[in-house]
């Protein structure tokens, strides 16, 4: 995002208050296994299509460059990257989450980051994947900021720099185990235009794909100072990532800041696992039905389409419109970006009203309603007094087909233990039955104190895409 991230990420930093919104219980914390197959990812845990549909999540790429964070904390004006935060997302029916981050930071260049330390900053971005992940939430992780050698990542530059493979090897290599998370190789690949307009770096499809090309050394919101750094292409960023044993799905963004994939096929990495990244703001070319019809859709027919960052800043354009095009295409969308900010006529993009988690109009207003619409309804069947046994059975029904999760606690003579988390896919309007496995020492427990006639039950949550069902069952001896 090359409008408001840095200006306003700024003006955000503040206040240590509390987080004000309440958790909602955690899932079973397994998060989605995501792959590419033909034009599709898909979840491996139920072999569903996965359609991401979520937001971008700020401040990694520019708090630790600014130096009062690794990244946002959860205070009176700002969400945190907390068990909180997480489930304040899954609230809204969310099912993946955009993370930008800083080249310097990470890899500890530069004299970045200016708080802490290189290892904090990975540990920090590790914690707040886990707790998104326990949401069951799928995880992007983007290159935002970058900088070449000598240069601090304090902005968004061109292209790629002879160091943005060595990141992705590192962030690959931390991450390669970890079948939720997507990687977004670099965030908007774009030309440079001076002050007098005048076109001062034209980036071809070639160097986007092969590098070699010389792009500006500052920002794009930063006076260029006539210094150039020698490109890598994309391609070299894919391979640097699959050098690693990574065999996650990768996102590679278009031109004209990844709102251009006209020639997107014709030059796309020669990678199976590849997914095309697309931005859709106003103001650039592709930000219409017509060019959707006839750039975005085709594409969607050969590879998976996901919209890294969408969002209306003009007070007037409906999100929805783009939206429902996406839904009837199978394509992904992000918008940008959860986080308060001050409303100036939707200059910000900002998709919260407070950090209850109040949808700000038009964005965040129109995303939660969308996605409630499109959640699918669930129901939690299954005994209600069941003979104790070696699991308690639940039943559960989708009126679409989803990904299940059952969690519950098993209550006897005032102990509590939990049962072994179960998920499946569920098919549309098909009940299927989870079984939540009891320990050894929690089926000792039961068994005594029903032999002493006292009670025993247990509580089982069912999680589906952010909505839950509660259901107790009351135990008994066979």
Known sequence: MRRASDRWGRIAAGCLAALACLALPAAAG??????????????????QA?????????????????????????????????????????????????????????????????????????????????????????VVLDLHWSGPAG????????????RSDDFWS????????????????????????????????????ECWRNGGCAAPSTGDRQALDGRTFTTIGLSALVNAIRATGATQPIMVGGIDYASDLRQWLANRPGDKGVVASFHNYGGHLCHNPLCWDEVIAPIATEAPVVTGEFGE??????????????????????????????DTNCSTLTVLADTKGTPAAPNGTALKAHLAGLAPKISLGGGTSQTLDKAV??????????????????????????????????????????????????????????????????????????????????????
């Not at 931390?174 to 980036?203: A, H, M, Q």
Request: with cysteine; charged share 25%.
């Open 313 to 342: 800043a003009d007070c007037a354009t409906d999100p929805r419109t783009f939206m429902d095009w996406a839904d009837d295409h199978g394509v992904g969308y992000l918008m940008w970006a959860w986080w308060v900010l001050p």
């Open 30 to 47: 397994a998060a989605p296994k995501l792959k590419v197959t033909g034009n599709k990812l898909v979840d491996a845990r139920s072999g």
């Open 170 to 205: 590192s962030v690959a290599s931390t991450f390669k185990r970890d079948r939720g998370v997507i990687f977004d190789v670099f965030n908007e690949p774009y030309s440079r235009y001076d002050t007098n307009g005048t076109l001062i770096f034209d980036l071809s499809w």
């Open 393 to 478: 059975e639940v039943s559960a029904r989708c009126t679409k087909a989803c990904f299940a999760i059952a969690t519950g606690r098993l209550t006897a003579a005032g102990q509590s233990f939990r049962l072994k988390a179960a998920s499946r896919g569920v098919k549309a309007k098909r009940r299927t039955t989870l079984a939540l496995k009891l320990s050894s020492k929690a089926r000792r427990a039961a068994a005594g104190a029903l032999a002493r006639h006292r009670s025993v039950s247990a509580r089982i949550t069912l999680t589906v895409l952010g909505s839950r069902k509660t259901r107790s069952v009351k135990l008994r001896l066979p």
């Open 50 to 138: 996965f359609v991401p549909r979520g937001v971008n999540w700020p401040s990694f790429e520019y708090a630790c460059s600014d130096g009062y964070g690794y990244s946002n904390v959860a205070s009176a004006e700002k969400v945190g990257p907390d068990a909180a935060g997480a489930a304040l997302i899954a609230s809204w029916h969310i099912n993946t989450v955009r993370i930008p981050l800083n080249q310097d930071c990470w890899l500890g260049e530069d004299g970045l980051p200016r708080f802490g330390k290189s290892s904090g900053y990975r540990a920090a971005v590790k914690r707040w994947v886990a707790e998104l992940h326990k949401q069951d939430l799928a």
């Open 151 to 162: 240069v601090v990542s304090d902005g968004q530059r061109a292209m790629p720099d002879d």
